[in-house]
Antibody, heavy 120, light 105 residues
Framework: QLQLQESGPGLVKPSETLSLTCTVSGGSISSNNYYWAWIRQPPGKGLEWIGSIYYSGSTYYNPSLQSRLTISVDTSKMQFSLRLSSVTAADTALYYC????????????WGQGTLVTVSS | SYGLTQPPSVSVSPGQAASIACSGNKLGDKYTSWYQQKPGQSPILVIYQDNKRPSGIPERFSGSNSGNTATLTISGTQAMDEADYYCQAWDSSVVFGGGTKLTVL
């Protein structure tokens, strides 16, 4: 079955750029009607959608993060990536990647998540 | 920007039905999904497209959506259903509700 796995540094300094990669296995990243998404969850808080990308490279970003955000896809590696610049402590969160079905706008499955802490 | 509102907490006795509401402007015109998240685990999809269950989700989970409110109902609630539940919809971008902690007393 389809699986997603996040990877990247667990600690990022304030003002620097957070970079994460999600590797997709057990299925195709180039499937029609599926986007690939990043979602985060600050400790003890709720879920926040960060953005999504189609295999063609078309993106949707959360307007509140858009100015600092870049999501890219590498279909040959079955990976998509997140870059969030100028991070602050408010960006400390558990970061999930997930598949987004565009006909129902639902996320399934999700990766296990990776904790990113912003601290000097 | 569009917002979805959920009650912070809901309590239910084992075997009873639990209902969790999610409200938003004209939410009935949009597809709503629901996610279950247990402590230390990733969210899992339990309802999509208002009332459809993914494979592997028990039949006791059901959903409805009309007007300004979507509702997740768990019939015959079990102790294993104790979790946080999030609603989610699309309105030019993805929106999540704030989450509801379901306690099975």
């Amino acid at each position: 079955q389809l699986q997603l796995q996040e990877s990247g540094p667990g600690l990022v300094k304030p003002s620097e750029t957070l970079s994460l990669t999600c590797t997709v296995s057990g299925g195709s990243i180039s499937s029609n009607n599926y986007y690939w998404a990043w979602i985060r969850q600050p400790p003890g808080k709720g879920l926040e959608w960060i953005g999504s990308i189609y295999y063609s490279g078309s993106t949707y970003y959360n307007p509140s993060l858009q100015s600092r955000l870049t999501i890219s896809v590498d279909t040959s590696k079955m990976q998509f990536s997140l870059r969030l610049s100028s991070v602050t402590a408010a960006d400390t969160a558990l970061y999930y990647c997930a598949r987004l079905y565009s006909r129902s706008w639902s996320f399934d499955p999700w990766g296990q998540g990776t904790l990113v802490t912003v601290s000097s | 920007s569009y917002g979805l509102t959920q009650p912070p907490s809901v309590s239910v006795s084992p075997g009873q039905a639990a209902s969790i509401a999610c409200s938003g402007n004209k939410l009935g015109d949009k597809y709503t999904s629901w996610y279950q998240q247990k402590p230390g685990q990733s969210p899992i999809l339990v309802i999509y497209q208002d009332n459809k269950r993914p494979s592997g989700i028990p039949e006791r989970f059901s959903g409805s959506n009309s007007g300004n409110t979507a509702t997740l109902t768990i019939s015959g609630t079990q102790a294993m259903d104790e979790a946080d539940y999030y609603c989610q919809a699309w309105d030019s971008s993805v929106v999540f509700g704030g989450g509801t902690k379901l306690t099975v007393l």
